[in-house]
DNA sequence: TATACTAATGACTAATCGGTCATTTGTCAA
DNA sequence: TTGACAAATGACCGATTAGTCATTAGTATA
């Protein structure tokens, strides 16, 4: 699979540099220094690349929000550090940031819009628990106006990022962002964003993990893993999805073995999900 | 020039659908009903006829903002029809919202780079003219936190329209985000975005006015009008421009003549700049 | 060394692209 | 009706594209 990888990678920088229907097979194959029929030893199509690479690298910014979000870091600390790896993560991916945040083709294409909304959709949930988690009861309404003011946070603030290559402070500017959060957090009294509102503009996208997609997911993982601790915790964790009898303790261990290896994170994540831990 | 637009039209729908480069000049000519040969007597290349798109559309949503800001209305309802404003430009607008606020293309080209840039300098500087006026001395360090806020919560809650096309009630949409971005300016006091960062990212693209240009300009426009009032008002201007004698109030009047015209707005925008009006 | 297998190549194809231009069509005044 | 001019056409061109496949290179086993 490093081949993939590769082309991935290099894709990517073309991409960002000239966007996606304007790179050709020729010029990804050139770069990577390999003939043009190798890359269809690894991608069927160029659709096909560029569904794997929204795939990739929305996992890992999925990812890298809700392991903040479900850390046990303190409150008044928390929505500092949630800042703080968003925009680490634009600093040190500015190249797929700017392909996947601003490419239009991704939206053209039935399979891949569907996919990136799926994709905002578990970022708004997450962003959600953490506001649950941070205010409990005392916000109720304005829940979900304050998560589309934090996405507007990012989507605004991420252009210093994309666009511009300023050295930036990043600690300031989280803290800048969370002070307006818990600003807004506190004194919005005017809700837009009803919980009907969310459901309507998600519903279509917000698939559940199903047992069968998940054992799938876990299948293919498993092909690429050699006998160690991991493939050990995820082998039992699939006979827990089939037929679950372990503890939860056990489970959420077992789930952070798998977490430990930077390409299985996603499938810890999806099966974390099914468990609800 | 009724044909330009009729092409301009069609292509912003297929754009729309497609994005600008999985889209053909033929499909263009097709959906316009007129042959292949015609295209290319209104537009020299496709890529002129995409700059012509973008400099036309663009300066209708600036032209349109900027309106708001400069509009006498009392302070404490002049928020509210500013974002009322913005989100009846992207409801009815959603298409070329769809293009030149998604299609990455656009930002490839250095040339489109950096116009595009350049409308969204002039937006900002309508936003900070607005807060200028709300709150006097009262923002000092926390002014250009504030309007980056005001476009996150633009680019967040637009999506509501460009993605969608649930029926939402602008009025508490506008009220809601009102109320938000007078909280964040009253209470924020960790700024993070100074003047000089600012100016850093505008400043190759905030061109002057340049008497040159703004002649150039009124020429082009002078060519299409026939013999009315506002003919003879851009005609005044034009001497205007190379000779001022006028007093302020009579150039004003002059301008809001000229801005009826709805073709003739961008022209109406741009003298008002060079008399600083 | 011989065999069997996979991995990798790049010349090739059919299709489509943006753009051109000789030709036709339409519209005037004379 | 004619002739002069502009507007509009679409067949055509060279260039480029995504994708294929017969062939070769590399490697492991026997």
Redesign the interface.
């Known amino acids: 699979m490093l081949k993939k990888q590769l082309i991935m990678e290099k894709a990517l920088e073309l991409f960002s540099?000239?966007?996606?229907?304007?790179t050709s097979v020729q010029q990804i194959t050139e770069r990577c220094g390999i003939s043009k029929g190798a890359f269809y030893l690894s991608f069927k199509t160029k659709d096909e690349l560029l569904i794997s690479m929204v795939e990739y690298y929305l996992q890992q910014f999925v990812t890298d929000v809700d392991q903040v979000v479900r850390s046990s870091l303190s409150k008044d600390i928390i929505l500092v550090e949630f800042y703080k790896s968003i925009f680490q993560a634009f600093k040190n991916h500015a190249a797929s940031a700017?392909?996947f945040f601003?490419?239009?083709?991704l939206?053209?294409k039935k399979e891949l819009f569907q996919k990136i909304?799926a994709y905002d959709v578990e970022m708004s949930k997450s962003i959600i628990y953490m506001l649950e988690q941070l205010y409990q009861d005392e916000l109720h309404d304005t829940k979900y106006?304050v998560m589309?003011?934090i996405?507007?946070?990012?989507?605004?603030?991420s252009?210093?990022f994309i666009?511009?290559d300023?050295p930036l402070d990043l600690d300031?500017?989280a803290?800048?962002?969370a002070?307006?959060t818990e600003?807004?957090a506190r004194?919005?009294?005017?809700?837009?964003i009803t919980e009907e509102?969310v459901q309507?503009?998600a519903e279509p996208f917000d698939e559940e993990v199903s047992q069968e997609s998940l054992l799938e997911l876990i299948e293919q993982h498993l092909d690429g893993l050699e006998d160690s601790i991991e493939c050990e915790s995820l082998e039992l964790l699939k006979f827990q999805v089939e037929n679950p009898t372990y503890s939860k303790a056990i489970l959420k261990g077992l789930i952070e073995n798998i977490r430990l290896q930077p390409d299985y994170r996603w499938v810890a994540y999806k099966i974390g999900k099914y468990f609800n831990i």
């Not at 540099?17 to 304007?22: D, H, I, L, V």
């Not at 004194?187 to 837009?192: E, S, V």
Request: proline share 2%; hydrophobic share 40%.
């Open positions: 540099e000239q966007g996606f229907e304007a700017r392909v601003n490419e239009k083709v939206l053209t909304i106006d589309y003011c996405k507007g946070f990012m989507k605004s603030y252009e210093l666009f511009s300023i300031q500017l803290k800048s962002l002070e307006k600003i807004i004194h919005t009294t005017i809700p837009f509102l309507l503009t």
